[in-house]
């Protein structure tokens, strides 16, 4: 369980691949992650088609460094994601990693196919359906952003790899598993599925707040590499200023014994003891995870922020089209919510092109915590 924390100033290429070459030397170079002949999947974090300097996407220079990591080691880079809202090939476009792809040859996949991949041992699932080109694919590399997360907390190298799950599958997903502690149980299984033999996070500028779109850019300048996802995000979350153990998706890794807790992680490079203090998305507040979890199911609307939609709502409709439960719609030109729908799964609020949902805590959100 090592994880490599080097400084990167900014997105200057040779800057970029400075910082690339020195973690992958000190993880013992590409070559111990793919073989000559492998096809590789790089998966960056393409979420939304908004430019580099938002920070919402992981950054083309380091996309173009990891391709070039990836062929000098012998093997095809291939990139691919499935954005939340618009397609593969707009985002792509807009977050410049069409144009890397295009000028270093790398295939852009535009994961518009599907297959079923079993997964037997799965604690949440058994059974997902994925774009069919990780069936094509030798390794995976999980390209991630360092971002907060409104619903998880954080979003990092483990959750990055829910874009592998195509376009409004996704919203399934929340309606299935509407706790946190189950979504981030969907998500371990969904990464032991996929496996990615190599985890990078582009924190040079990563996003606090209410990530993981509409939070505020913050300059990190670090880039952190490892075998584990789940270390390397138990690493990030700590760098970030949270507790590894009180983010869903890392606190259910450490009680499966699935990685090590953070002091045992052996932490290595120039940046390894850079702490930041990232604030905090409003929903990481939530009682759920601190209450008996037949109290948090009945009592969620209770124990979590509610989302509002604010009067800059531009009446686009895009949190009515991708709410999973179907609890929005639109009236008068502005999104409403019926708040005995709402699962609190915060993709309005996540996929708002306006940044017109806020998070409000109840009074007896408030109260209860008093007494915790
Ligand atoms: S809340 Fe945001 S996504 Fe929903 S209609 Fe308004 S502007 Fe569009
Ligand atoms: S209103 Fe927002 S938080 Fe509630 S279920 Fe719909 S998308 Fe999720």
Request: aromatic letters at 4%; charged letters at 25%.
């Given at each position: 369980?090592?994880v490599?924390?080097?400084?990167?100033?900014?997105?200057?290429?040779?800057?970029?691949?400075?910082?690339?070459?020195?973690?992958?030397?000190?993880?013992g170079?590409?070559?111990?992650?793919?073989?000559?002949?492998?096809?590789?999947?790089?998966k960056?974090?393409?979420?939304?088609?908004?430019?580099?300097e938002?920070?919402?996407?992981?950054?083309?220079?380091?996309?173009?460094?990891?391709?070039?990591?990836?062929?000098?080691?012998?093997?095809?880079?291939?990139?691919?994601?499935?954005?939340?809202?618009?397609?593969?090939?707009?985002?792509?476009?807009?977050?410049?990693?069409?144009?890397?792809?295009?000028?270093?040859?790398?295939?852009?996949?535009?994961?518009?196919?599907?297959?079923e991949?079993?997964y037997?041992?799965?604690?949440?699932?058994?059974?997902f359906?994925?774009?069919?080109?990780?069936?094509?694919?030798?390794k995976?590399?999980?390209l991630?952003?360092?971002?907060?997360?409104?619903?998880?907390?954080?979003?990092?190298?483990?959750?990055?790899?829910?874009?592998?799950?195509?376009?409004?599958?996704k919203?399934?997903?929340?309606?299935?598993?509407?706790a946190?502690?189950?979504?981030?149980?969907?998500?371990?299984?969904?990464?032991?599925?996929?496996?990615?033999?190599?985890?990078?996070?582009?924190?040079?500028?990563?996003?606090?707040?209410?990530?993981?779109?509409n939070?505020?850019?913050?300059?990190?300048?670090v880039?952190?590499?490892?075998e584990?996802c789940?270390?390397?995000?138990?690493?990030?979350?700590?760098?970030?200023?949270?507790?590894?153990?009180?983010?869903?998706?890392?606190a259910?890794?450490?009680?499966?014994?699935?990685?090590?807790?953070?002091?045992?992680?052996?932490?290595?490079?120039d940046?390894?003891?850079?702490?930041?203090?990232f604030?905090?998305?409003?929903?990481?507040?939530?009682?759920?995870?601190?209450?008996?979890?037949?109290l948090?199911?009945f009592g969620?609307?209770?124990?979590?922020?509610?989302?509002?939609?604010?009067v800059?709502?531009?009446g686009?409709?895009?949190?009515?089209?991708h709410c999973?439960?179907?609890?929005m719609?639109?009236?008068?030109?502005?999104?409403?919510?019926n708040?005995?729908?709402?699962?609190?799964?915060?993709?309005?609020?996540e996929?708002?092109?306006?940044?017109?949902v806020?998070?409000?805590?109840?009074?007896?959100?408030?109260?209860?915590?008093?007494?915790l």
């Amino acid at each position: 369980m090592k994880v490599a924390a080097v400084k990167v100033t900014d997105y200057n290429y040779a800057e970029v691949e400075r910082g690339l070459k020195e973690a992958l030397e000190l993880l013992g170079g590409m070559e111990r992650f793919v073989n000559g002949g492998d096809r590789v999947l790089i998966k960056p974090n393409m979420l939304e088609a908004l430019p580099p300097e938002k920070a919402v996407t992981t950054n083309p220079e380091l996309v173009r460094a990891v391709i070039r990591e990836v062929r000098k080691a012998g093997a095809v880079p291939l990139v691919g994601d499935s954005p939340g809202t618009t397609g593969t090939l707009k985002a792509a476009e807009k977050c410049g990693i069409l144009a890397v792809c295009r000028e270093e040859g790398a295939e852009l996949v535009l994961f518009d196919k599907t297959v079923e991949m079993s997964y037997p041992e799965g604690e949440m699932i058994k059974k997902f359906t994925v774009a069919s080109c990780l069936n094509e694919v030798d390794k995976v590399i999980s390209l991630a952003k360092m971002k907060t997360h409104t619903f998880m907390g954080i979003t990092g190298a483990t959750k990055n790899l829910f874009g592998c799950i195509v376009g409004m599958e996704k919203a399934q997903f929340h309606l299935r598993m509407q706790a946190r502690q189950e979504f981030a149980g969907m998500i371990i299984d969904l990464a032991s599925l996929l496996r990615p033999v190599l985890s990078i996070v582009d924190g040079v500028v990563g996003m606090e707040g209410n990530g993981p779109r509409n939070g505020i850019p913050v300059k990190a300048g670090v880039m952190l590499a490892g075998e584990s996802c789940l270390a390397v995000d138990i690493v990030m979350a700590e760098m970030m200023g949270f507790s590894s153990e009180r983010i869903p998706l890392t606190a259910l890794a450490l009680e499966r014994q699935l990685t090590l807790p953070f002091s045992e992680i052996e932490l290595v490079g120039d940046a390894r003891d850079i702490r930041l203090k990232f604030l905090e998305p409003r929903s990481l507040k939530s009682l759920e995870e601190r209450v008996p979890r037949w109290l948090a199911k009945f009592g969620r609307s209770h124990l979590t922020a509610q989302p509002e939609i604010a009067v800059n709502c531009i009446g686009c409709g895009r949190c009515v089209a991708h709410c999973p439960p179907k609890a929005m719609r639109i009236s008068n030109s502005r999104a409403t919510i019926n708040y005995n729908v709402c699962i609190r799964c915060y993709c309005c609020q996540e996929l708002c092109p306006a940044n017109a949902v806020s998070l409000r805590e109840g009074r007896l959100l408030k109260l209860v915590r008093r007494f915790l």
